[in-house]
């Protein structure tokens, strides 16, 4: 299968690749843990334009996005985004993403931002139900025209002021604004997968190159998003969910947050009983207080060696200098300091629970 290129390719300095969602992206440039740190201390940047980018607009926009997402779509002004789940009838979920409603001046209404290879899919359920449902709204997949970049870390809105002419001390958390960034007419939302200050950036992919080489910073590859992620207890698609492999309710997967249970879309009825009747298990940080890296897929057991969870992502923490994972666990084992085993190449290894945050941000 031939790999999806992002409209950066051109420019990278020969990082190691990696196939990621069917797209053909930078794991690292220099090495994880100097990108880490760079992101953690001052700033880094990544290329982000394997994430999908699908634009929703018409009288029905709202309707159609609210119906298809967990979180209320109509609270959000124009300039405002939000994180959500897409779920189905059984309130599983079959992917994560951030709503935005765009500003002013902006050709379409919506955009949401789907995980990498799911552009297709997404495109289609949303135009699918516009259309069982009767509504009247455009869906249109833009992941090919837009490049999106992430520009993270405590130095990043020193660097990006010098580049853009938007107020960036006016964009709150979870806002988006439309401006130049490098002369390039660009969407900046104030987002990002790090836990650190940060922006996330969206342009015409034939401009990605300059905007891109205009932001001199440290470049990040996978591999440094996927510690940082981790150390902020933030979900991955295909590792803390997944529809077939790993089929988990926003209430199990910790973000119960964003369900608005007092609106309607799909899966919501099958959510409220979850809700009522509580999740069974639920995702849960681990630290491992032997010698070893906990990784996806090992086993979680009590301290007697009864089976109790599996290990779903994990890392050496690169800030904590200790081993890290999240695990689904019973809700009877997820109190903070819960001792539990990981069995790493057959030998249990000591271990407990961590609420997440594993760092303080």
């Excluded at 690749?17 to 740190?37: C, K, N, Q, Y």
């Excluded at 997402?69 to 009838?89: C, E, F, K, M, P």
């Excluded at 500003?103 to 949303?126: C, I, K, Q, S």
């Excluded at 207080?289 to 060696?305: F, I, N, W």
């Amino acid at each position: 299968m031939t790999l999806r290129e992002s409209p950066l390719a051109g420019v990278y300095d020969d990082p190691t690749l990696t196939d990621f969602g069917g797209w053909e992206m930078p794991v690292e440039f220099d090495s994880i843990r100097a990108e880490h740190t760079a992101v953690r201390e001052v700033c880094g940047k990544f290329d982000v334009s394997h994430m999908g980018q699908v634009t929703v607009s018409g009288p029905d926009a709202m309707a159609l996005t609210q119906r298809l997402t967990t979180n209320d779509v109509s609270s959000l002004d124009r300039g405002d985004a939000q994180y959500a789940a897409i779920t189905d009838d059984d309130g599983i979920m079959l992917d994560d993403t951030v709503v935005y409603r765009l500003p002013a001046g902006t050709d379409d209404d919506y955009l949401f931002v789907p995980n990498a290879g799911h552009d297709g899919e997404m495109t289609e359920r949303w135009a699918s139900h516009r259309d069982e449902w009767g509504l009247t709204a455009t869906v249109t997949n833009r992941t090919e025209a837009y490049a999106m970049m992430a520009l993270q870390g405590p130095d990043a809105p020193t660097l990006l002021a010098a580049e853009t002419d938007l107020a960036l001390d006016d964009i709150a958390r979870f806002e988006v604004a439309r401006g130049t960034v490098a002369g390039v007419d660009s969407l900046v939302a104030r987002t990002g997968y790090t836990g650190e200050v940060g922006f996330e950036i969206l342009c015409p992919s034939a401009d990605a190159e300059r905007l891109w080489t205009a932001l001199d910073c440290q470049p990040c590859g996978l591999g440094a998003r996927d510690t940082l992620r981790l150390e902020m207890g933030f979900l991955l698609s295909g590792q803390e969910f997944h529809p077939t492999d790993e089929p988990r309710t926003p209430y199990e997967a910790d973000i119960g947050w964003t369900v608005a249970l007092d609106t309607e879309f799909v899966g919501r009825d099958a959510l409220a009983a979850v809700q009522r009747e509580g999740a069974r298990e639920r995702l849960v940080g681990l630290e491992l207080l032997d010698r070893g890296v906990p990784r996806h897929g090992y086993e979680v057991t009590d301290e007697a060696g009864e089976p109790l969870g599996h290990v779903t992502s994990g890392t050496m923490s690169p800030t904590l200098g200790a081993p890290i994972a999240l695990a689904y666990l019973p809700t009877d084992y997820t109190e903070p300091d819960t001792p539990v085993r990981v069995v790493i190449r057959g030998e249990p290894k000591e271990a407990r629970t961590r609420a997440t945050p594993f760092i303080d941000r």
